[in-house]
């Protein structure tokens, strides 16, 4: 509470220091922020190699608590300052991260100016962070302009985590720039367990993948959180997934959590939060987790979360140096319901046009004739989404019979995809196995034709096409064209497809 | 498939209640932005101010008397919409190079409003070359916004000039959004209205009365009050709503 009361100004000696402390820029705000103070006193070492047993869950870190709690609602105790607290009621939550972009950022800082007035300062200047990433390779002069006002905005406030772009012509000459916020997130540390962060973008419950609340906000209420650091939420009940049993090796995290929407359509988790666990979900990687939570919103979901364990704080050891507190549901803490998945038994899935939960066998879809494969997005553009679509590749040995667009998520994913070697293959890296195999060349790293965009984007769909993409919708209109026709499907199912020219599942070349 | 072993427990202290066990819980919004303040305090004739233009008036939004609390009545034609509708189609990414807070470019996103929806939607929500609609109240089925998080879906319906959504239920940010901005009333129905209601049917809302009037049909229906929410939107949105009741300090 007293964090959000005290605006970040920092003096000038201040943002000379800014360089010198890049990641140890903590030790900094403590003076502003008694919020961060708090957590300072926890050793950051302690905390990383704390292995939480799944049996013996620790009390509420809250302090004595009379009923037992979820896992978000403890996090929105914590941040609401209450020792304990209910599903509906409404909470004023402090905020640990606040992520805007090109889209909305223009917008939210337009009502920030409004109703804070043209001098004020956001509440916490290390703690709003900015990403470019929606529309950046376009000649839309409206594009452009929305990146230059978050620019001006950043230069104002002095805003520490601003990853710009100024030369489109070659992103690798923008050491700053990322690519798709929410992989940046957990790419540059800003992703923690335990903590609350908020974005103006609906896959911003991404991030539940560390464990944490997050949650997609609106341009007024990121205006407000930018003015006063706490924002008035709902406690949302929890529904819990168990997925238990060990991952066959043609299925991917994308084809569990289709199963799921599926399950329960597009509305099923309507204000609820989303628990992933069980034995299956213990052994995905964060990437893999990132991918569940993502599509959360998919079903409607406030949020989506997945317990932090040793391979999140085996993910975190050199992206923060900020100290961070997990914490679980309790063992008699109240779900409003929990869904059970034998993952064994699950097959490959697509989502069919129009709707994310219109789930099929990829294997029922065999005879749809396709015109293209995309690659991408915050969904499916993340480094082990190409390995396993360049692990289909190398299987196959063919070549793709319809162009595929391939878009890496960020700079750090596109590196990754010329420089990992693929496993397996005697050394090569993706980006040689995509070329073998006819591939377009990986595309500058942004949200791309995801979600459409201007209409010179890379890979729009601007004619009314069939395509399988490891993206997240499927809406009409999504990837560009009214009548286009949007498969959602895992990278293994699209390399697959790809192949083939028919949607098809990834068992005929990994088997 | 595997899911069906669901054991809802429900609890009745840490849920609201009551809660049908069917889909239509997943409607139960109207209490989901509440205030410290009772919402008595919100005077009836809150101002409607800051929004980014002031011009557009709430549909032919007549405010029945100053002595009732949020009483208002839209009255107009209806646009009828099905389940789902997303917020790429109310307001296609495209467009969202444009930004809300500037009032040009909000007048603008008005006149995309809808433009997404399917060619099957023969009858379009703008007229060609028409910057606002002519329908002041939409009609919709289950899951009306869902999708993105973008405010410019409330923003673009507001600045085309609908007053007010009819829908079975809604998606989370997109209500949110909606109250947040006093756009439109995000109001739900009680039952299935958009197998009622046809497309340029004239119909009355009366918020007071929580009722549906389609005097094309002649048929009254029942919606379910808009609560607290109802104060937030008349206001405004939630800046001038806090500003009226005294939350925040009112702006020099």
């Known amino acids: 509470m007293a964090s959000s009361a005290i605006s970040a100004t920092p003096t000038s000696s201040f943002i000379a220091n800014q360089k010198e402390l890049g990641r140890f820029g903590f030790s900094s705000t403590s003076q502003f922020s008694i919020h961060k103070c708090k957590k300072s006193a926890i050793p950051m070492k302690i905390m990383s190699v704390m292995t939480p047993q799944q049996s013996e869950r620790r009390p509420a870190t809250t302090g004595s608590v009379k009923t037992a709690l979820t896992l978000t609602e403890k996090i929105l105790a914590r941040a609401s300052e209450k020792p304990q607290l209910s599903p509906g009621e409404n909470v004023w939550v402090n905020v640990d991260i606040l992520m805007t972009h090109d889209v909305c950022g223009p917008g939210s800082i337009g009502i920030f100016k409004k109703e804070f007035g043209e001098n004020a300062k956001v509440w916490d200047r290390e703690k709003l962070v900015i990403i470019p990433d929606h529309y950046i390779f376009t000649s839309d002069e409206r594009a452009n302009r929305n990146v230059d006002i978050l620019r001006d905005f950043c230069t104002e406030q002095n805003i520490k985590y601003f990853y710009d772009i100024k030369d489109l012509s070659n992103f690798k000459v923008n050491p700053d720039y990322k690519g798709v916020c929410h992989i940046a997130l957990a790419q540059e540390g800003h992703c923690r367990p335990g903590e609350v962060l908020l974005g103006t973008d609906s896959h911003t419950c991404t991030a539940g993948a560390f464990g944490q609340f997050a949650t997609g906000i609106g341009n007024t209420d990121a205006g407000f959180v930018m003015g006063a650091g706490k924002l008035l939420l709902k406690v949302p009940p929890t529904l819990r997934f168990v997925m238990d049993g060990e991952m066959p090796d043609y299925l991917l995290a994308k084809d569990l959590i289709l199963q799921i929407i599926g399950e329960i359509s597009v509305s099923g988790a309507t204000y609820k939060a989303m628990e992933f666990t069980g034995t299956t979900v213990e052994s995905l990687t964060m990437e893999e987790r990132m991918t569940l939570c993502?599509?959360?919103?998919?079903?409607?979901?406030?949020?989506?979360?997945?317990?932090?364990?040793?391979?999140?704080?085996?993910?975190?050891?050199?992206?923060?140096?900020?100290?961070?507190?997990?914490?679980?549901?309790?063992?008699?803490?109240?779900?409003?319901?929990?869904?059970?998945?034998?993952?064994?038994?699950?097959?490959?899935?697509?989502?069919?046009?129009?709707?994310?939960?219109?789930?099929?066998?990829?294997?029922?879809?065999?005879?749809?004739?396709?015109?293209?494969?995309?690659?991408?997005?915050?969904?499916?553009?993340?480094?082990?989404?190409?390995?396993?679509?360049?692990?289909?590749?190398?299987?196959?040995?063919?070549?793709?019979?319809?162009?595929?667009?391939?878009?890496?998520?960020?700079?750090?994913?596109?590196?990754?995809?010329?420089?990992?070697?693929?496993?397996?293959?005697?050394?090569?890296?993706?980006?040689?196995?995509?070329?073998?195999?006819?591939?377009?060349?990986?595309?500058?790293?942004?949200?791309?034709?995801?979600?459409?965009?201007?209409?010179?984007?890379?890979?729009?769909?601007?004619?009314?096409?069939?395509?399988?993409?490891?993206?997240?919708?499927?809406?009409?209109?999504?990837?560009?064209h009214r009548e286009g026709q949007i498969y959602l499907a895992s990278p293994y199912t699209a390399a697959a497809s790809a192949l083939t020219g028919y949607v098809t599942d990834p068992r005929e070349f990994l088997q | 498939m595997a899911a069906a072993s669901c054991s809802l427990s429900y609890n009745s202290i840490l849920t609201p209640s009551p809660i049908p066990k069917t889909k239509t819980f997943l409607g139960v919004l109207p209490n989901s932005i509440k205030f410290p303040v009772t919402s008595s305090r919100a005077p009836a004739t809150a101002i409607r101010s800051s929004r980014a233009v002031s011009v557009v008036p709430r549909a032919t939004s007549v405010d029945s008397g100053s002595t009732s609390e949020a009483g208002s009545t839209f009255h107009g034609l209806c646009y009828v919409v099905g389940d789902n509708i997303d917020t790429d189609q109310i307001i296609p990414a495209e467009y969202l190079t444009l930004v809300p807070s500037k009032p040009d470019e909000y007048e603008k996103l008005g006149s995309y409003a809808l433009i997404g929806l399917p060619a099957n939607y023969t009858t379009r929500f703008i007229d060609q070359n028409e910057m606002k609609t002519k329908y002041k109240i939409i009609i919709a089925g289950d899951n009306f916004g869902c999708g993105s998080s973008r405010e410019h879906a409330p923003v673009a319906l507001g600045a085309s000039g609908v007053a007010a959504v009819v829908a079975e239920s809604y998606a989370r940010i997109f209500f949110r959004n909606s109250v947040a901005t006093g756009e439109v009333y995000p109001l739900e129905s009680e039952g299935r209205l958009c197998d009622e209601c046809n497309t340029g049917d004239v119909v009355t809302i009366e918020m007071d009365e929580s009722r549906l009037i389609n005097h094309t049909t002649g048929k009254e229906y029942k919606l379910k009050p808009i609560g607290d929410a109802g104060p937030v939107i008349q206001a405004g949105g939630i800046f001038a709503y806090a500003r009226s009741t005294g939350m925040i300090p009112a702006q020099n």
């Open chain 1, 294 to 480: 993502n599509m959360a919103i998919e079903a409607g979901g406030k949020n989506g979360v997945v317990p932090a364990d040793s391979t999140t704080f085996k993910y975190l050891e050199d992206k923060t140096s900020i100290g961070y507190e997990p914490v679980y549901s309790d063992a008699k803490a109240s779900f409003l319901s929990e869904y059970r998945f034998d993952v064994t038994k699950l097959e490959p899935l697509v989502a069919k046009p129009h709707s994310p939960d219109n789930r099929a066998l990829a294997r029922e879809c065999k005879d749809v004739k396709i015109d293209r494969v995309y690659i991408g997005s915050c969904t499916g553009g993340k480094t082990e989404d190409f390995l396993a679509a360049a692990k289909v590749f190398l299987a196959s040995g063919k070549k793709v019979k319809v162009p595929t667009f391939l878009v890496p998520a960020t700079q750090k994913v596109w590196m990754d995809v010329y420089a990992l070697p693929v496993p397996g293959s005697g050394g090569k890296t993706c980006s040689q196995i995509f070329e073998e195999a006819g591939c377009d060349t990986p595309a500058s790293p942004s949200c791309g034709a995801c979600l459409g965009g201007p209409k010179d984007t890379y890979a729009r769909m601007n004619e009314p096409m069939v395509c399988v993409s490891t993206t997240n919708r499927n809406f009409p209109g999504r990837m560009g």
